[in-house]
């Protein structure tokens, strides 16, 4: 068969045995830490960030990542839009953030479900391409928990319908192999605890698919 050329993190990956579903590696020495960057063009994952008050009884916000008052707790770089535990945080927020390679110039539509709320902000305007690309608008969120991968359901105050809620985004117009900055902001007060993003593309002919796929 075919050599196999593996790269980690820009770093050569000798390959010292492999099997039809896994093979193993050994790298060489990493020339920066992975996780202190957003991922560039041509690199795929998302940054992960999570903040949280050394006082645990403090709620997180929005605008908590903006203001510095709780420090990041975690870091880690993610391969898909999706996070999911249960009842093993309080009171912590996470802010997933990369770029979107558009596979087809089309119009796109984004989902978002989480427990307990989430937003999704992307900048369609300015692309990688053109220089300025995070200057990223708010297209999606969820002030109240739905449950995990229900990108339909509303849910309010008391059971009442979150009219309020903007879960499905509108259709932005994108261009296939431009990159565009998105980002996702999650928090996490008690209970159940997930974040999903998905989108579904309408192609120029009129033919809709609806892969629900991660980003």
């Not at 202190?36 to 960030?49: A, F, N, S």
């Not at 999570?50 to 870091?75: H, L, M, R």
């Not at 369609?124 to 928990?145: C, E, F, H, K």
Request: include cysteine.
């Amino acid at each position: 068969g075919k050599d196999i050329d593996i790269k980690i993190d820009g770093v050569k990956c000798t390959v010292t045995a492999q099997q039809n579903d896994q093979l193993t590696c050994v790298t060489g020495k990493a020339t920066a830490d992975s996780d202190t960057v957003l991922p560039k063009l041509g690199q795929p994952g998302l940054l992960r960030e999570k903040i949280k008050s050394t006082d645990s009884t403090k709620t997180p916000y929005w605008g908590a990542f903006g203001d510095g008052n709780y420090p990041v707790v975690e870091k880690n770089l993610m391969t898909s839009f999706e996070t999911y535990a249960f009842n093993q945080d309080v009171n912590y927020q996470q802010k997933l953030s990369g770029w979107f390679t558009a596979p087809a110039t089309a119009n796109y539509r984004f989902y978002i479900s989480c427990d307990d709320a989430c937003k999704l902000l992307l900048d369609a305007v300015n692309p990688l391409s053109s220089g300025t690309p995070t200057s990223p608008s708010v297209i999606a969120y969820r002030y109240y928990w739905t449950q995990w991968r229900n990108y339909f359901y509303q849910n309010g105050v008391n059971g009442a319908e979150g009219s309020d809620e903007v879960h499905i985004s509108e259709w932005v117009s994108l261009v296939e192999g431009e990159s565009y900055y998105i980002e996702g902001q999650h928090i996490q007060w008690s209970g159940g605890e997930h974040f999903t993003v998905s989108v579904e593309i309408e192609l120029p002919s009129g033919n809709s698919n609806h892969p629900m796929s991660n980003v």
